[in-house]
Nanobody
Framework: QVQLVQSGGGLVQSGGSLRLSCTAS????????MAWYRQAPGKEREFVAN????????YYADSVKGRFTISRSNVRNTVSLQMNSLKPEDTAVYYC?????????????????WGQGTQVTVSS
């Protein structure tokens, strides 16, 4: 059993920064690839970024490339998302996800564990 607990998020003005964190507990040795997704009202869940177990490989959605940075600490069992230069269109509920596979994927159906979600609101 794995639990992913998220922290961070909130309200920020356009151009501001926020940092999201996700801490894993339980059978953390089963988690390899991790990712962040987001879901805006009335829209489907959208891939944001992912990272492999070592942290050496990362991928980003084009919409966040150059503004967001995903990182992880396997010592602390955490994955983080640093979000800079935020835009109103970044407003969404953000979810962290973990996968029992070393392979990276942008398909949310490939992830086995999910955090509870955290609201990020960017005002213009």
């Amino acid at each position: 059993q794995v639990q992913l607990v998220q922290s961070g998020g909130g309200l920020v003005q356009s151009g501001g920064s926020l940092r999201l964190s996700c801490t894993a507990s339980g059978s953390v040795s089963t988690i390899y690839a991790m990712a962040w997704y987001r879901q805006a009202p009335g829209k489907e869940r959208e891939f944001v970024a992912n990272i492999n177990w070592s942290g050496g490989s990362t991928y980003y959605a084009d919409s966040v490339k150059g503004r967001f940075t995903i990182s992880r600490s396997n010592v602390r069992n955490t994955v983080s998302l640093q979000m800079n230069s935020l835009k109103p269109e970044d407003t969404a509920v953000y979810y962290c996800a973990g996968r029992r596979s070393v392979l990276l994927s942008s398909n949310p159906n490939d992830y086995d564990y999910w955090g509870q979600g955290t609201q990020v609101t960017v005002s213009s």
